[in-house]
Structures are given as structure tokens and as C-alpha cells.
């Protein structure tokens, strides 16, 4: 350290750090970062040691931004300007002829509430609704949503499953109310359970803002990136990270079919049973014992068949419930 | 030279070490270590050199020399280090530029207490971290400041945000990038509220 090191500054660090913040936008911008997008990246990376540490430094500095986004108490979005005024009429005309299309089994309109109109899936049951915005919502087995009559996109999961698909419009908001907090869509696709007071949303596809229930009259909000999975209860938000095919396999129903990787014969159990009238009893001793495989959403018979045949147990029948024991 | 013994050592010493750092681990050290002493080595080297203009470049050579280091072993800690080579190179610079630094190396002097000075409790810093963050985007361009907030808070992509703001995507483009920029300084060099 004695000599001073020989330094070619080629590149102003101002310039060099502006370079840098364009290559983290540009990755976080683009949804399909491809091999050569990150080749690009990594020869400029390691053309210089200033590029390298002023895109470390300018990576976590904008890191420290998202920690914003998570925590920041909500608040209320901007008043719309005028200019928009009128292009959210259009919208309200266009959201007022929503109309429900393909929909075998409608159990019941809302007479409570004139506003909504309900609709519903029995157990094992699925249907889709495919709104006249070009959303579509598919509910799973044992569901309940509520749609808006007439204006608005707000819709209400009172219980049970259903998947989203939504037709996003920056300026009329798609919103899921649920027990505990919403979810606001900004482009997506995604799926929401709501199950004993717990809600989980589940984001496959674009982003959404999930809104934690209000708490002294204080609202926490998340943005969710594809993968991201929420776990709210009335008082409580945690946020996972779950692998595409993870998610792909827990969306199964959408095909009819119960996908199980590393699931205990527990876990196993307690999906069976949200479709069928047949009611799987596992016993304890076994309760932890791993399953894999792929079966009909109805087919309890085969699953039981198949813990006998792969895992040596005994199956019993008694009216609706199914017993497994050792 | 004001440079002390023990340093000197420690650097020999760290010279002599060749084990390969993983450039992740070399990436948590510096995040980790060294970007939360940045306000305090801009205050020093405020104090030292009259040229704001040059402050990020020294800024960035400092950064340099001690990543060189750093590649063979992650010197922990790193604040003797880190001002002894923020030292080293200001008097290399005097001595090229021909100045004689009476006021720099008062300074100098100076700011060694300084850079003993402790770091907040990270407690504290997780505490502040929401009001430092609102601090520094309202040193932001209002139109930077909402296309930051579009994406960060609201996380809209650049076609909604020009959507939102109605603009064109290029300006969003722009607006993102220095809005970005500088908040990405001043959250690491004005780390003190």
C-alpha cells in the first residue's frame, strides 16, 4: 500500500453509476431477462472493478427501496385528474354490461344485498364466469364469490378457492375482498384461497398488491411478483417464495386433478376431502407418512387403494368416511 | 504518512493470504460492510477535499483498492482499512496535484476521531429506515419522485406508469433512471437523517 496503485479511470464514477442503474432497471423491466441480456450484463460487470461495485452499490440501494414498498402504510391513491374523468365513465359503461356466460349451476342470487349477485360451487364442483371485461374467475370446489350487479370490478371471495385471470385497466381496478385484506390486480393471474380465517394468494403470473386487513387504521401492503405467496389473517401477513412448478402443481383443480409431490398422507387427506362427500379418516400413526402422485379430484377410492398397495396400509369403509390405518 | 503501524501490517499480512472469495460473498461483504460506513467516509472526504466535483470518483477509487484487497480475504473490520486507504490516496492526490495540504491534513487529524465514532445500533437503523426513505424521495423531481413511487409502492410497470402519468414510456424510462440514480445516493451517502 505503500506505492500508490496505478488507477485508469476511464469512465467518470457519476457516468459509471448511472450505467449501472440503467443495467438494474433494465433487468428489473424486462420480463423475458434472456441468456444474452445477461451475458451483455456480465461482460460489463466484469470489465471493470468500478462497474462491478457501483452495480452492487446501486443493487442494494434500490433493494432498500422494496423494503418501502412492503412496510409503507398504505395510502390512499392520488385523486383521479380530470382528464381521466371521462375515460372512467367508458369504463363504468363497459363494466355495467358484465355479463355472466357459460354457467351450468347459479345455486343463488344475494337478496341480502341488491348490489352483488352470488354465486357459488358445491363440493367437488368447478365452474368458470367469464366476465364481459375479459376476466375470467374459475372457482374450485365448495366457493363462494360475490360479483357487483352493475358497476365496479370488486368482487368478494366469501369461502373457498378461486383462480383469477384478469383483464387489467390501469384506471378501474380489479379488486378481491376477502376476511383478511385484498388483493388489488396490476396485470395478473393468480389464486386465492380463503380457508378458517386464512387467506392465501398465490401470484402466477404479472403483479398484484395484496392489502393487509386494516389495523388501527393502518393498512399494509405488499406488491407480489410471480411465485410470491401470502399467508393473512386478520392480524397477521407473511410472504413466501414458491417455485413455478410448486404452484403449477397446487393449481390442479383447474384439470380436475390433486397433484401431490412431498405431501404427508395428512396433507393428502385434507385436500380429498374439500371435493368429496367421502371423508378420508387418517390415523395418526400414519398421518406423517409421504405420498407422491396424480389423482382425480373424485377418485378417493383410488387413493385409498393406492396407500394400501404402496405403503402396506388398511383401508376401511364405514358410510362416508374412509379410515387408513397401519 | 499518517498512516499507522498496525494497518500496515494487516495489510501485509492480508497480501500474503491467497484464498479464492466467491464473488457473492464478495458482494454480501461490501453491501454488508462497507456501504453503511459511506456517510462517514464522504464526510471525510468532504472535509479533505475541496472539490465536491471530484468526491464520487475518490469515492469510487477508495472502493477499488479496497475491493483488491478484499478479493484475497474480506478484511473484518473493515473501518481502519477502509481510512487508511481513503487516506493513502488523498495524499497521493495532493502530492500529484502539487498541493500542500496545511488545511487537508488539519483535517485529517480531525476525522480520525471521527471514524471512531460508532455505528448506529441496527436496530436503530431498521427503525429510521422508513423515514429515511421518505426523506430522500422528497429531495426527489416530483416527476421522478411519482414514477418511483408508481413502481416501487404500487410496483406498475413502465407502460402503466406512462399510462398513469401520461406521458410516453421514454420519459417514464427517464425519470425512472434519475429519479433511481439519486435516490440510490442519497440513501448511501446521507445516512444520517
Redesign the interface.
Given at each position: 500500500?505503500?506505492e500508490?496503485?496505478q488507477?485508469a479511470?476511464s469512465q467518470?464514477?457519476?457516468a459509471?453509476?448511472?450505467r449501472a442503474?440503467?443495467w438494474?432497471?433494465a433487468r428489473e423491466?424486462n420480463e423475458d431477462w434472456s441468456g444474452a441480456d445477461q451475458a451483455a450484463l456480465d461482460a460489463w460487470l466484469n470489465e471493470a472493478?468500478?462497474h462491478?461495485?457501483?452495480y452492487?452499490?446501486?443493487k442494494?440501494?434500490?433493494k432498500?427501496?422494496?423494503?418501502?414498498?412492503a412496510?409503507?402504510p398504505f395510502?390512499p391513491?392520488p385523486k383521479p385528474?380530470p382528464?381521466h374523468n371521462w375515460k372512467r365513465f367508458r369504463l363504468a359503461m363497459v363494466a355495467a354490461s358484465v355479463a355472466v356466460i357459460g354457467i351450468a349451476g347459479i345455486i343463488a342470487a344475494n337478496w341480502k344485498t341488491e348490489r352483488y349477485v352470488t354465486y357459488s360451487t358445491a363440493l367437488g364442483g368447478h365452474k368458470t364466469l367469464a366476465l364481459g371485461d375479459g376476466s375470467e374467475i374459475e372457482l374450485n370446489t365448495d366457493t363462494v364469490v360475490r360479483l357487483p350487479k352493475g358497476v365496479g370490478r370488486q368482487v368478494i371471495l366469501e369461502k373457498g378457492e378461486a383462480f383469477f385471470q384478469v383483464r387489467h385497466d390501469?384506471s378501474n381496478p380489479f379488486i378481491v375482498t376477502t376476511n383478511s385484506g385484498r388483493v388489488v390486480d396490476?396485470?395478473t393471474k393468480f389464486v386465492i384461497r380463503q380457508h378458517n380465517r386464512v387467506v392465501k394468494v398465490s401470484l402466477v403470473e404479472g403483479?398484484?398488491?395484496f392489502e393487509g386487513a386494516s389495523q388501527e387504521g393502518e393498512k399494509r401492503?405488499v406488491?407480489?411478483?410471480p411465485g410470491d405467496v401470502v399467508l393473512a389473517t386478520a392480524d397477521s401477513v407473511s410472504l413466501m417464495k414458491k417455485p413455478a412448478r410448486e404452484l403449477s402443481n397446487e393449481m390442479g383443480w383447474r384439470h380436475g386433478m390433486l397433484i401431490f409431490r412431498h405431501k404427508t398422507l395428512a396433507e393428502a387427506a385434507d385436500e380429498f376431502n374439500r371435493y368429496n362427500t367421502e371423508k378420508i379418516i387418517v390415523d395418526p400413526s400414519v398421518a406423517h407418512l409421504e405420498i407422491r402422485g396424480t389423482f382425480h379430484t373424485a377418485d378417493v377410492s383410488l387413493f385409498a387403494r393406492m396407500t394400501e398397495k404402496a405403503l402396506g396400509l388398511h383401508t376401511s369403509t364405514k358410510g362416508n368416511d374412509i379410515s387408513i390405518t397401519r | 504518512m499518517v498512516?499507522t503501524p498496525e494497518t500496515?501490517r494487516e495489510?501485509n499480512e492480508l497480501h500474503a493470504r491467497s484464498a479464492g472469495v466467491s464473488a457473492h460473498d464478495l458482494?454480501a461483504w461490501?453491501?454488508s460492510e462497507v456501504?453503511p460506513l459511506e456517510p462517514a467516509l464522504m464526510q471525510f472526504l468532504q472535509h479533505s477535499w475541496r472539490r465536491p466535483a471530484d468526491l464520487?470518483?475518490l469515492?469510487?477509487?477508495i472502493?477499488?483498492?479496497l475491493?483488491?484487497v478484499a478479493k484475497t480475504k474480506p478484511p473484518h473490520p473493515v473501518k481502519p482499512l477502509l481510512f487508511?486507504?481513503a487516506r493513502?490516496l488523498l495524499i497521493?492526490r495532493f502530492r500529484r496535484e502539487r498541493i500542500i495540504p496545511i488545511e487537508g491534513v488539519a483535517d485529517l487529524a480531525e476525522i480520525e476521531v471521527a471514524s471512531d465514532a460508532p455505528t448506529p445500533d441496527r436496530s436503530v437503523i431498521a427503525r429510521d429506515?422508513?423515514r429515511r426513505?421518505?426523506a430522500a424521495l422528497e429531495k426527489l423531481p416530483p416527476r421522478c419522485r411519482e414514477a418511483?413511487m408508481l413502481r416501487?409502492?404500487?410496483?406498475?410497470?413502465?407502460a402503466?406508469i406512462a399510462?398513469?402519468m401520461?406521458i410516453s414510456k421514454e420519459t417514464v424510462?427517464a425519470h425512472?433512471?434519475d429519479g433511481?440514480?439519486l435516490?440510490?445516493?442519497l440513501?448511501?451517502d446521507r445516512d444520517t437523517p
Amino acid at each position: 500500500m505503500s506505492e500508490p496503485m496505478q488507477h485508469a479511470v476511464s469512465q467518470g464514477a457519476d457516468a459509471i453509476h448511472a450505467r449501472a442503474v440503467e443495467w438494474l432497471l433494465a433487468r428489473e423491466d424486462n420480463e423475458d431477462w434472456s441468456g444474452a441480456d445477461q451475458a451483455a450484463l456480465d461482460a460489463w460487470l466484469n470489465e471493470a472493478p468500478e462497474h462491478l461495485l457501483a452495480y452492487w452499490r446501486a443493487k442494494s440501494g434500490w433493494k432498500r427501496t422494496e423494503v418501502l414498498s412492503a412496510l409503507r402504510p398504505f395510502r390512499p391513491q392520488p385523486k383521479p385528474e380530470p382528464a381521466h374523468n371521462w375515460k372512467r365513465f367508458r369504463l363504468a359503461m363497459v363494466a355495467a354490461s358484465v355479463a355472466v356466460i357459460g354457467i351450468a349451476g347459479i345455486i343463488a342470487a344475494n337478496w341480502k344485498t341488491e348490489r352483488y349477485v352470488t354465486y357459488s360451487t358445491a363440493l367437488g364442483g368447478h365452474k368458470t364466469l367469464a366476465l364481459g371485461d375479459g376476466s375470467e374467475i374459475e372457482l374450485n370446489t365448495d366457493t363462494v364469490v360475490r360479483l357487483p350487479k352493475g358497476v365496479g370490478r370488486q368482487v368478494i371471495l366469501e369461502k373457498g378457492e378461486a383462480f383469477f385471470q384478469v383483464r387489467h385497466d390501469d384506471s378501474n381496478p380489479f379488486i378481491v375482498t376477502t376476511n383478511s385484506g385484498r388483493v388489488v390486480d396490476l396485470g395478473t393471474k393468480f389464486v386465492i384461497r380463503q380457508h378458517n380465517r386464512v387467506v392465501k394468494v398465490s401470484l402466477v403470473e404479472g403483479r398484484a398488491r395484496f392489502e393487509g386487513a386494516s389495523q388501527e387504521g393502518e393498512k399494509r401492503s405488499v406488491v407480489l411478483d410471480p411465485g410470491d405467496v401470502v399467508l393473512a389473517t386478520a392480524d397477521s401477513v407473511s410472504l413466501m417464495k414458491k417455485p413455478a412448478r410448486e404452484l403449477s402443481n397446487e393449481m390442479g383443480w383447474r384439470h380436475g386433478m390433486l397433484i401431490f409431490r412431498h405431501k404427508t398422507l395428512a396433507e393428502a387427506a385434507d385436500e380429498f376431502n374439500r371435493y368429496n362427500t367421502e371423508k378420508i379418516i387418517v390415523d395418526p400413526s400414519v398421518a406423517h407418512l409421504e405420498i407422491r402422485g396424480t389423482f382425480h379430484t373424485a377418485d378417493v377410492s383410488l387413493f385409498a387403494r393406492m396407500t394400501e398397495k404402496a405403503l402396506g396400509l388398511h383401508t376401511s369403509t364405514k358410510g362416508n368416511d374412509i379410515s387408513i390405518t397401519r | 504518512m499518517v498512516e499507522t503501524p498496525e494497518t500496515t501490517r494487516e495489510l501485509n499480512e492480508l497480501h500474503a493470504r491467497s484464498a479464492g472469495v466467491s464473488a457473492h460473498d464478495l458482494e454480501a461483504w461490501f453491501v454488508s460492510e462497507v456501504l453503511p460506513l459511506e456517510p462517514a467516509l464522504m464526510q471525510f472526504l468532504q472535509h479533505s477535499w475541496r472539490r465536491p466535483a471530484d468526491l464520487a470518483d475518490l469515492r469510487q477509487d477508495i472502493y477499488v483498492r479496497l475491493y483488491e484487497v478484499a478479493k484475497t480475504k474480506p478484511p473484518h473490520p473493515v473501518k481502519p482499512l477502509l481510512f487508511t486507504i481513503a487516506r493513502n490516496l488523498l495524499i497521493d492526490r495532493f502530492r500529484r496535484e502539487r498541493i500542500i495540504p496545511i488545511e487537508g491534513v488539519a483535517d485529517l487529524a480531525e476525522i480520525e476521531v471521527a471514524s471512531d465514532a460508532p455505528t448506529p445500533d441496527r436496530s436503530v437503523i431498521a427503525r429510521d429506515e422508513v423515514r429515511r426513505l421518505e426523506a430522500a424521495l422528497e429531495k426527489l423531481p416530483p416527476r421522478c419522485r411519482e414514477a418511483v413511487m408508481l413502481r416501487r409502492v404500487e410496483g406498475l410497470n413502465r407502460a402503466e406508469i406512462a399510462l398513469r402519468m401520461g406521458i410516453s414510456k421514454e420519459t417514464v424510462g427517464a425519470h425512472l433512471r434519475d429519479g433511481a440514480r439519486l435516490l440510490i445516493d442519497l440513501l448511501h451517502d446521507r445516512d444520517t437523517p
